[in-house]
């Protein structure tokens, strides 16, 4: 090591880019960590996740099933329960995903393993670290809706080549969760907080037509449904699923995109008070 | 080319203050760091040391004041202040999902270095932190002293010119200390300015040529080791035990022993030059404590003087 | 017995002349009480997350019953020409079901991490474990708090699915304490696992995943167990929460039943439960005697 000091080492000169205290365009490392950590974890708790989709699908699909028989479809035909209800379970299943990783997950590296107090010690920024840790979030996300898809092909449910855009629209509908759960992670403090997340998630699973259609309430109560991002998830996808496309489509889709642009502001804007106040 | 360097400060802190509602973390400090310094903050628990640390690491704003890091605000340009930090925080926060060796590489590809430097680089730092056996371990597996050491290595992954340590010591078996201590002083060797916060007296005394005493989060003085005792003490100290309900009505008849006296609840402390005639003089006075000790002043004294009470309660 | 052992000397240390009671006491009350004191201490915790617990306790079945017993019941019934399942409604039949799960929930919730961080990461079980408490009164203390709540949770759910006209039969309450008693059934097997935790790998989750998951989807909870191939219905005939979704279902609906199949839920529930705290006791004993 050299003890000869110049004057140079000791100016730094100064970028002024938008965002520049945030965001250092190094996203990449944290997807790296990511990456390398998930090596050592466990697999079969990767796998898992992919799991318990399917087995709502093959056991309600089967059982209610044979309870419910057929119902009436987007397009208003006739489809067979297991085919109404897998779009829906997909749509679940992102939302799961994204909120269990930008919240729970998020909750934890934060408060507890101290990781994000390393990361942001470097020249990382806030903002790389966010937008590093969505990206994990939904790469894992596209493979549980990849393998979803196939048993949902498997099982005989897909009827249309439309179907394969299941796909990038889960991926759609978890970014706009993830973005979101972020920004709302960041008001946390307690577990005890983090439990209100599961107040708010299981009625939106129960109610969003999930497993019955919408009609079955009160106009009032439809209206305060289609405000929730799930039921546009899970109408969308339902829609993708038998290939009828409606100007609704283009409304679903537009939700999720304001809603990743109002989540990103929403996590940058309390990065910034979090870490830099 | 080269420039007189020992006037250049690497860290400018003017007026700085951190407050979160009422209550002043931080209040209104000044200092100077020059470059290749080892600068310490000494102060009791609460004092505003990690706050003072946050800050000058980028990762914490202010309320009031100015800080430069080596010519620009940490707050405004965080990411090129913290690329030329080392950062020891004072709960280690390793990576426990990667390897030892891993933890290394991942934290210096937050610095955007490439892996052709951060695999030797990594090993270079095992060697450093006498860890190179354990590379492959797992960071659960490692012990406390090794866990601080592997921090240390992380926290230099950057090449560094500035290495903040809050509280490096803390927790370590005396064997741990020291063997960190030397690591230390070899960073120092090298020119790497450092910037610690610590409780111990004999840690600031071994590594600071400079340090600040901070108490409720002001300066209370400023200077090297021994000036600060020269300042606030006197060269020896007697220390007399007489029972925890008899202290006190003891000190009162010991006015006049040595230069000045401190009754503390466990002890009394008089402050004299010359301890051991001091001692004289009180066994003189037909007065026998159940223990006594004449030992050197040291910076527990000055903390003592200078804010009435003890560092480490 | 000299004043000095049972602490009559005043050290100082106490001005107000406070005295513990002697020790022998201590050991005697703590020999007799000790699975209650240490109950006190875990309800005492759960103080901390109380009104998550009411809250819950609350939500759960009305977002439920409504969900299933009105939102889905409406596909149900209308299929059956509003016969439902057996005779009765749909959400008289499902409404058992859902009790019994929200039990196995709220033990799955309180049998799992909390047992794990007593050993390891919160170390809540080594301060008792210091004091005159032997080992298996810590590990009773704890189920005993988490029936407290199951208690809790069941009679709230219990109350409510009469709210919303769930309970035909008169002995429907009896559907609650099955709840309990399948709780415990699931959750002290899962105790004991927990207590044997060394290492934290991610193995809840996979317990939810892999068993409280299909134990719900494959116990003839939303729909009968016959309407599944014979190849997955062993699932049910293990499941604790079939067990108890059947005879909660007999009181509540007066479900028909031969009495000895009852008779085979109950000694199974009971078997599972007395089996799994069995074990708990022995590896509390021997983690906390390392």
């Known amino acids: ?277 | 080319m080269h420039t007189n360097v020992s006037t250049k400060s690497v860290i400018s802190a003017r007026n700085l203050t951190k407050a979160y509602g009422e209550f002043k973390a931080v209040d209104d400090i000044s200092f100077e760091v020059p470059a290749g310094e080892s600068f310490g903050l000494l102060g009791p628990n609460g004092a505003g040391k990690s706050t003072a640390m946050r800050m000058i690491g980028g990762v914490s704003g202010r309320t009031l004041g100015e800080l430069d890091i080596m010519g620009l605000d940490p707050e405004q340009h965080g990411p090129e202040v913290r690329a030329h930090l080392g950062v020891v925080p004072q709960q280690d926060n390793l990576d426990e999902d990667l390897k030892v060796r891993d933890n290394l590489i991942v934290y210096g590809r937050y610095f955007g270095l490439p892996l052709s430097y951060l695999r030797p680089k990594a090993d270079e730092l095992l060697e450093f932190a006498q860890l190179s056996d354990r590379a492959g371990a797992k960071v659960d597996a490692l012990s406390g002293g090794m866990k601080r050491r592997l921090t240390i290595a992380r926290s230099l992954i950057n090449d560094p010119k500035i290495l903040l340590l809050d509280e490096p010591t803390t927790g370590l078996d005396p064997q741990a200390r020291h063997t960190l201590w030397d690591r230390l002083f070899r960073l120092k060797e090298a020119g790497v300015t450092l910037i610690l916060t610590t409780h111990y007296m004999d840690e600031a005394e071994q590594l600071c040529d400079r340090l600040i005493v901070v108490d409720s989060g002001s300066i209370m003085a400023e200077g090297s080791p021994s000036s600060l005792i020269k300042q606030y003490s006197t060269r020896e100290v007697l220390e007399l035990r007489f029972g925890a309900e008899r202290n006190a009505a003891m000190a009162g008849r010991l006015e006049g022993v040595g230069e000045r006296l401190e009754a503390l609840p466990d002890r009394v402390l008089i402050y004299t030059n010359d301890g051991e005639s001091a001692l004289e003089e009180v066994t003189g006075a037909g007065l026998h404590p159940i223990t006594s000790l004449v030992r050197r002043a040291s910076l527990e004294d000055v903390f003592l003087r200078l804010t009435g009470r003890s560092l480490i309660e | ?290």
């Not at chain 3, 709220?106 to 408490?133: D, Q, T």
């Not at chain 3, 415990?184 to 060394?198: N, Q, V």
């Open chain 3, 1 to 290: 017995m000299s004043s000095r052992d049972t602490g009559t000397r005043n050290t100082g240390l106490s001005p107000s002349g406070l005295k513990a009671h002697p020790p022998p006491e201590a050991a005697r009350r703590a020999r007799r009480f000790g699975s209650f004191y240490f109950a006190e201490h875990v309800l005492r915790s759960m103080r901390g997350y109380g009104w998550t617990i009411v809250a819950s306790s609350v939500g759960t079945p009305v977002v439920y019953l409504f969900a299933m017993g009105i939102g889905l019941a409406s596909l149900v019934d209308a299929r059956a020409g509003n016969q439902g399942i057996g005779d009765v409604s749909y959400l008289t039949f499902v409404a058992p079901a859902l009790l019994v799960t929200a039990a196995i929930m709220v033990a799955n919730e309180e049998f799992s991490y909390p047992v794990m961080a007593g050993f390891k990461w919160r170390r809540i079980y080594h301060g008792p474990n210091a004091s005159p408490l032997s080992s298996s009164q810590i590990a009773t203390g704890h189920l005993m708090a988490v029936a407290v709540r199951l208690i809790f949770t069941c009679g709230i759910y219990f109350l409510i699915m009469m709210l919303f006209g769930a309970v035909p039969e008169a002995t429907g309450w009896l559907a609650a304490v099955v709840a309990v008693v399948c709780g415990l059934s699931f959750g002290l097997p899962l105790m004991a696992y927990a207590a044997g935790i060394e290492e934290e790998k991610g193995q809840f989750p996979m317990v939810m995943r892999f068993v409280v998951t299909p134990l719900f989807l494959f116990s003839g909870t939303v729909f009968p167990l016959d309407s599944l191939p014979m190849v997955v219905r062993w699932i049910g005939w293990l499941s604790p929460l079939w067990h108890g979704t059947e005879l909660g279902r007999v009181f509540s609906y007066d479900y028909a039943e031969p009495v000895w199949l009852s008779v085979v839920h109950v000694v199974y529930l009971v078997a599972l439960a007395l089996a799994g705290w069995a074990i708990a006791k022995r590896r509390y004993t021997r983690r906390l005697g390392k």
């Open chain 1, 1 to 277: 090591m050299s003890t000869t000091i110049r004057q140079q080492d000791l100016q730094l000169q100064g970028q002024n880019r938008l965002l520049g205290s945030l965001y250092s365009r190094n996203a990449r490392a944290v997807i790296g960590r990511g990456l390398l950590a998930t090596k050592s974890s466990n697999w079969l708790v990767m796998v898992s996740g992919f799991v318990e989709p399917v087995l709502y699908l093959v056991a309600m699909g089967i059982g209610l099933g044979a309870l419910v028989g057929q119902v009436e479809g987007p397009g208003g035909q006739p489809i067979q329960y297991a085919a109404y209800i897998a779009p829906a379970l997909l749509a679940v299943s992102a939302m799961n995903g994204a909120v269990y990783d930008s919240t729970w997950n998020v909750f934890f590296k934060m408060n507890f393993a101290k990781l994000y107090e390393g990361m942001l010690y470097t020249s990382l920024g806030p903002l790389d670290v966010a937008l590093g840790e969505i990206f994990l979030a939904l790469l894992r996300g596209a493979m549980y809706a990849t393998g979803f898809t196939a048993v949902m092909g498997m099982m005989g449910l897909i009827t249309t080549p439309w179907a394969l855009l299941l796909i990038p629209a889960s991926v759609l509908i978890a970014f706009g969760f993830a973005s979101f759960g972020m920004g709302i992670t960041s008001f946390m403090k307690t577990f005890q907080q983090m439990d209100w997340i599961n107040f708010v998630m299981l009625p939106m699973f129960l109610f969003s037509a999930t497993f019955y259609p919408l009609s079955v309430y009160p106009t009032a109560v439809q209206w305060i449904i289609q405000a929730l991002p799930l039921w546009h998830g899970v109408e969308l996808l339902r829609q993708i699923s038998v290939g009828v496309f409606t100007a609704a489509t283009a409304v679903h889709v537009l939700y999720f995109v304001v809603m990743i642009v109002l989540g990103m502001l929403l996590t940058t804007g309390r990065l910034r008070t979090l870490f830099l106040k």
